[in-house]
C-alpha cells in the first residue's frame, strides 16, 4: 500500500456497541450534546416532529447505540423515557398557558398559600388557557417560571 494513501484514507470510527441506556445517561448525553453546540443553538434540534430524540446524534455520548424511545418536552427540556411521552405533550401546553397567563395578567397562576409553587390548572383552564384539565401536578421551579413535576426543594 502506498504510504501516502495510508494518510489520506479516512479513519473508521470505531462501532458503539448497541445497549440499552438510561434515562440518566441520556439526560447527561444531552447536556454535553448542548455543549458542543454553537452559541444559540439548543437541544431540541436533537427532537423529530413527535419530539422523540434522536439517539443516533447522541451515540457519541452515550458510548453506545440504542433502540430505545425518549421524548423531550420543547417547552422545559425535561426528557422523559417513551411510556411518559403523552405528559411531555401536557407540561409543553402547561408550560405555554402560564407563560401567557403571566404576560396577560402579570402575576402568577398559583394556587392560594401554596408553599410548592403548586401551578393553579383549574384556574388557566377556566380562563381559556388550557384546553383540559392535566392530568399531573404542576410547580413552578423558581424565578424562570418553568414548571416541573417535583416541588421545589430547599
Known sequence: MNRFKKWFQAKEEPELPVRD????????????FESALPKGT?????????????????????????TQ???MSRETFTIMEAKDHLTVYEMDHVQVAVDRYFE????????PHSKTFQVDCAKLFEQ??????????????????IISLEPKTD
Not at 381559556?128 to 417560571?145: A, F, I, K, N
Open 21 to 32: 441506556v438510561t434515562l440518566d445517561e441520556v439526560k447527561r448525553a444531552t447536556h454535553a
Open 42 to 66: 439548543n437541544r431540541t434540534i436533537l427532537l423529530d416532529e413527535e419530539q422523540r430524540i434522536d439517539l443516533t446524534q447522541l451515540a457519541p455520548y452515550l458510548g453506545a447505540r440504542s
Open 69 to 71: 424511545v425518549f421524548y
Open 104 to 111: 396577560k395578567e402579570r402575576k402568577l397562576p398559583l394556587k
Open 128 to 145: 381559556g388557557y388550557l384546553r383540559e384539565l392535566p392530568h399531573q401536578t404542576y410547580y413552578l421551579v423558581d424565578e424562570s417560571m
